[in-house]
Structures are given as C-alpha cells and as structure tokens.
C-alpha cells in the first residue's frame, strides 16, 4: 500500500512487465477505441428488415412474427432489453450492442497476434481489422454479427492465452466456454463454427476434471437462455404445440428459407459453371465489398460479371462501387499475399494459426453454401485474410512505409461510407420520408393511404409508419376494385404489363451506395391509380 501511493511509477511499471497484463489493457484500450468509433459514426436508421426484426423482437420476443425470425438471438435481445429499459431508444440500444460487438472482435484480434507474434504486429491487424469496411459498416448498424463474431474470436483468445499461461489455464478455459454459450445465443447460427474453436480447446493440457467442469459449464450456460427462449414462445397466445413451439418454429422458417433459391447453394443445379458463378458473387461479397479491394476492372469484365447476375457492377455510377483507394489496397493486398506464400518455405505457423486457416477455410464454405453473397457473413473469414500480407509487410525493410500506407489507403476507402452511413438514411426510410413530404405538400389524409409494399420496405413501414395500411400480395384488380374510391394507393413494386389498365406515377427514387450495406440500397415509390372504365 505504502509503494502504491509514494511510487505509483513503479506499481505501473511492474503491471505492464507482466505480458498478460499488458496484453489485456492494450486489448482493452482497442476495445474501447473500436466501439466508440463505430457508435458515434453509427447508421442514422434500422437499415434492412432484420435490424427491424430485432427492434420489434425487443418490444415482444416472437419468433413466429420473425421478430427476430427462428432460431432467434435470445442474448442479444435480452442484452438489447436492458440497455432499453436503461434509457436508451431501441435503435441506439441494438446499435449500442453491435459497436461492442466491433470493439471484441478488434480487442480480440490484437490479443491473438500479440500473443503470437509481437504487438506491433497486433497494432497494425488491429488497425486494419477495425479500418475494413465490412466490420465497420456492420458494426455501425443494429445486426447480430459483430456479437456474434467478437465473442466467437474472444473466446479464441482466452484459449490462445491459456496456452500461453499453463498455471491459469483451467480457469481461463472456463472463461472460454462461458463467452463461447453467449456467443452461440447471441447469433445461434455460428454454432457450428463456435464449437470448432471449443475442440481445439481440447487441445489444452488440462485434467479431467477441467475438462468436465468447462463442458457442464457449457451447458448450463447455454440452458440460461435455451430454456427462457422455449418457455417464451410456448407462452405466445397463438401457441398451438405448447412447449415444443420454439422447435415447430425452426422447422417451419428452414423449409420456408430453403424454399428460396437465392439463400442457399441449389445443389440441384450442381455443375461447375453453376458453382464459378456462385463463387464469383461470394468473392465479391467478401473482397470487393467486405474488405474493399474494389479494384477496377475493364468494361467487358463488367458486362460478363452482369450477365451472371453478380453485385460486382463498378461501372453504375450512381452506386459509386469501385474506387482508387480499393484499386491500390487490391494491389498492395496481392502483393503481401504472394510474399507471404513465398516466405512459407522459411518459416513454420504455430499450432494455432494452422488451425484458425483451417478454420477460416471452413467458415468460406459454410457461408457459401447457406447464405446469400453479403460482406456480413464473411467477417468470420477477414482475420485470416488480413494477417497474411500484413506480416509480409511487417517482415520488409519498408514495413515502416508500407504499412501505414496500406492502412492509410483501407482508412480513406472506407471513411467515406462511413459518413454516407453516418448522414443518410437508409433507402426504404427515405422512402417513407418521402411519403410523408408528399402527404404533406399535397395535404392529403394519411388515413386514407394504402401501400403495396415488398420486403425490401415492408418491415421499415411497420416500424417507421405503423399507422399506414398495408396490403400483403401482389396488386390486382380484385383488390384495387375492393378498396374506396378515395384511397390513396403507392407502392414500390413495378407492375410489368398489367392486365388491367393502372397508371404508375414516380413520386420519388432512392439510392444509396452498395458499399455502405448491400441490401436495399435502391427503392422507388410509385403513385398507383386506376384508369376506370379500363376494365370491363
């Protein structure tokens, strides 16, 4: 006590000789620094319809009314609950929860590298980690992924340190497991890639008893919040399987899912033209939008890519997609990568880092094979990536210039959206923005406005316009004819050669970068009226 307060110097100086210490204060330090980057450029709206799910799963935890939609993210809404019930408006609170998300991964970046390597090498994953587009778009809006991810990589890192610090490594595996059950509530599809980290815990020189007590710590952590989900939907008043609704509920959105081509690989359709053209979208989603090496490529390219039906269309100017910027971080990213390929004859990766490429390996094909081509889902994979090159560089003679021009370079790719985010909202708000100015201007009675609407605005309109009258379905004359002569109808939907006579009026057109998020990143709103007499 007597040295704590006449020599504080030394009192810092002994904490920060302890590697673990210091390793955990600088993690902490990216942590801190990470978050509050993304809150305070955070989205200034719910930006596709699963954030709207999650805001209404918040207000009441329904996974039949996809709020949010099977299996659900327990955690991560009762976590949004408090922050809500603190004082917090349910979009900053869910915000709130994916910036920290943001901050684990970054934190827990820089613990791993630190740890196996040096943490000036840490520095710079860090740096560029936090810097990427897809972790920094996604981290600014109200998703489940960055959670998810940072404490999926977080409890990598507890298992990377036990292994460094044989005499705490029961504890610390236990301390694995724990954030591991959270990670898996907070977004339950990562299961398969959570559990893959937990087995190389296996690894670790524990006893039995460890052993055993890490795995019922496991389960009992991952009951806390499996049991609460299944009471809550059994106590849904349209409940009619009692406590087994929770698991007709992931029956019935995996047939509906698997329904829809575009959300899984068509193994119908196997063949390896079939399979480049899937590929090509996932690599866009991944490198050319995720990790922003936007390069430029020639027209023709474009127009091939175009013909696929890739996302990969740099020469739509109004979507603004490839950059200078993303054409030198694709060059220099191809250089450090064929370095780094080049310096493996030399060198030999640890236990660890054979096995997290194995793991990224694995987590590309998981992704490809379940999920559409969006940045989002390859955050997993972005580590692995970006390690490589930037330990070419850290070996160099110039790493001193190299590197920070290369974070120079993803910082200036990625700023811009970071403001486009930070200042517009997202397309189908706008849209609804511009309802309302029309209403408005033309001082006509919102109770009189009927909107035909497809998912990419429907869920915004029931959460930013609740007081509106939606329709479901396609709009037809049976349902036209049905509604009163003065209602007032706009939609968002084209109608492509109608068999009735209807007049389609442009009220407003809405776009926005598809870097920024690669959904709904272009809406229109029609007027819709009924040329009477057209049909007899």
């Known amino acids: 006590m007597y040295l704590t307060l006449t020599q504080p110097e030394k009192v810092v100086a002994a904490f920060l000789n302890n590697n673990n210490r210091s ?214 008043p349209d409940n009619q399987h009692g406590l087994l609704n929770f698991f007709y509920q992931l029956k019935a959105f995996k047939e509906l899912s698997t329904s829809i081509a575009v959300w899984h690989y068509d193994f119908q359709q196997l063949s390896l033209d079939y399979t480049l053209k899937q590929l090509a979208k996932h690599l866009g989603g991944m490198g050319y939008f995720g990790m922003g090496l936007n390069v430029w490529y020639p027209e023709a390219v474009d127009t091939y890519l175009a013909r696929i039906q890739t996302s990969l269309t740099p020469w739509d100017p109004s979507l603004q997609k490839w950059s200078v910027a993303g054409t030198l971080v694709f060059i220099l990213f191809a250089v450090g990568w064929v370095k780094a390929l080049y310096s493996l004859r030399k060198c030999r990766p640890s236990g660890f880092m054979v096995f997290a490429s194995v793991w990224s390996l694995i987590a590309f094909v998981y992704a490809f094979l379940s999920v559409p081509p969006l940045m989002r889902y390859y955050i997993p994979v972005f580590p692995a990536l970006l390690l490589p090159p930037l330990f070419a560089f850290y070996q160099s003679r110039y790493r001193h210039a190299i590197l920070p021009l290369f974070c120079g370079l993803v910082l200036f790719n990625t700023m811009g959206l970071a403001h486009n985010q930070h200042t517009r909202f997202a397309p189908p708000v706008e849209l609804l923005r511009a309802l309302d100015d029309t209403l408005e201007q033309q001082s006509l009675d919102r109770s009189n406005v009927v909107l035909f609407l497809n998912a990419a605005v429907r869920r915004h309109a029931e959460w930013y316009a609740p007081d509106l009258q939606l329709l479901e379905g396609e709009i037809t004359m049976e349902t036209l004819e049905n509604l009163p002569d003065d209602a007032l109808i706009f939609t968002n939907m084209r109608i492509a050669e109608p068999a009735f006579s209807v007049r389609l009026e442009r009220v407003s057109e809405h776009y926005r970068n598809l870097r920024v998020w690669m959904r709904h990143n272009h809406v229109e709103l029609y007027r819709v009226e009924l040329v009477k007499g057209s049909v007899s």
């Open 23 to 236: 390793d955990l204060l600088l993690a902490g330090m990216w942590f801190l620094g990470a978050a509050l980057l993304y809150f305070l450029t955070r989205s200034v709206s719910l930006d596709e319809y699963d954030s709207i799910n999650l805001a209404l799963g918040v207000g009441e935890f329904n996974l039949s009314a996809h709020q949010p939609h099977p299996p659900g993210a327990p955690v991560f809404i009762f976590l949004g609950k408090l922050l809500h019930a603190s004082g917090m408006s349910i979009e900053n609170a869910l915000i709130a929860l994916s910036s920290i998300g943001g901050g684990l991964l970054v934190a827990s970046g820089f613990f791993v590298v630190a740890k196996l390597h040096s943490r000036a090498l840490g520095f710079w994953f860090a740096l560029c980690l936090a810097l990427l587009p897809g972790v920094w778009m996604t981290a600014g809006k109200a998703m489940t992924d960055t959670l998810g991810i940072g404490l999926m990589l977080m409890s990598a890192a507890f298992i990377v340190a036990a292994e460094h610090d044989p005499d705490r490594a029961p504890r610390l595996a236990m301390a694995a497991v724990v954030i591991a059950a959270l990670a898996i509530g907070v977004r339950p599809t990562l299961a398969p890639l959570q559990l893959l980290i937990l087995l190389y815990g296996l690894t670790l020189k524990l006893t039995w008893r460890s052993r055993l007590y890490s795995a019922v710590l496991f389960g009992i952590v991952c009951l806390c919040w499996l049991v609460p989900t299944i009471i809550s939907q059994a106590q849904l």
